[in-house]
């Protein structure tokens, strides 16, 4: 079973900062990495699929990038509505299971 | 737009089983994969197990084996997870998501409203 390690574990940071959040995986991840947006009282909203692709409706200040077993999402510039929780996911294809990091808070400075 | 919606909130004693049900509308296509999700309070996201809604066939986590069942009716585009022997460790908000949908210009997915399960 692949552990998703991210870190760190909360993030302090001003709007127009720029957020480097990291998920490492415990051995390589070929198939699906996902990056998931939530905030209080909301189900998740994912951000990034396939490890780079922006979701539908996702702004282009989130970017994920990586391999293997090391994945980023950058939030380039934060807007106040960024401060929230980010899970990376992973996926094995077949059977479908789903891995979740423990997430990372990032809050407001 | 893809929605799913979950039936209430349920409260039920230790060692009792819950059946939560999500109701998928407006799904372009009739085939896809539905995942469950739980979060206990303050806690992250725990992936259960997954669902084809066209074959039937289910995987779930293996912490969750003997303990989960999932099935669906296609006839009402529902799908239903039922956790038997519950523990206090269960209370937990459960969401149902779909797979990825790439049929628009970009890929998304839906979720469920959550559904809080309340053991005590």
């Known amino acids: 079973e692949i552990v998703l390690t991210q870190s760190p574990a909360t993030l302090s940071l001003s709007p127009g900062d720029r957020a480097t959040l990291s998920c490492r995986a415990s051995?390589?991840?070929?198939?699906?990495l996902a990056w998931y947006q939530q905030k209080p009282g909301q189900a998740p909203r994912l951000l990034i699929h396939?490890?780079?692709n922006r979701a539908t409706g996702i702004p282009d200040r989130f970017r994920g990038s990586g391999s293997g077993t090391d994945f980023t999402l950058t939030i380039s510039s934060l807007e106040p509505e960024d401060f929230a929780l980010y899970y990376c996911?992973?996926?094995?294809?077949?059977?479908?299971?789903?891995?979740f990091g423990q997430g990372t808070r990032l809050d407001i400075k | 737009q893809v929605q799913l919606m979950q039936s209430g909130a349920e409260v039920k004693k230790p060692g009792a089983s819950v059946t939560v049900s999500c109701k998928a509308s407006?799904?372009?296509?009739?085939?896809?994969?539905v995942s469950w999700v739980r979060q206990a309070p303050g806690q992250g996201l725990e992936w259960m197990g997954w669902?084809?809604?066209?074959?039937?066939?289910?995987h779930s986590a293996q912490r969750f084996q003997g303990r989960i069942t999932l099935t669906r009716d296609t006839s009402t585009s529902t799908v239903y997870m039922q956790l038997r022997s519950l523990r206090s460790d269960d209370s937990a908000v459960y969401y149902c998501?779909?797979?990825?949908?790439?049929?628009?210009?970009?890929?998304?997915?839906?979720w469920g409203q959550g559904t809080l399960v309340t053991v005590s």
């Open positions: 396939d490890t780079s």
């Open positions: 669902i084809s809604t066209y074959s039937g066939n289910t």
């Open positions: 407006g799904y372009r296509s009739t085939t896809y994969g």
């Open positions: 996911q992973q996926r094995s294809s077949w059977p479908p299971t789903y891995t």
């Open positions: 998501a779909t797979d990825l949908d790439c049929s628009g210009p970009r890929c998304s997915d839906s």
């Open positions: 051995q390589s991840v070929i198939t699906y």
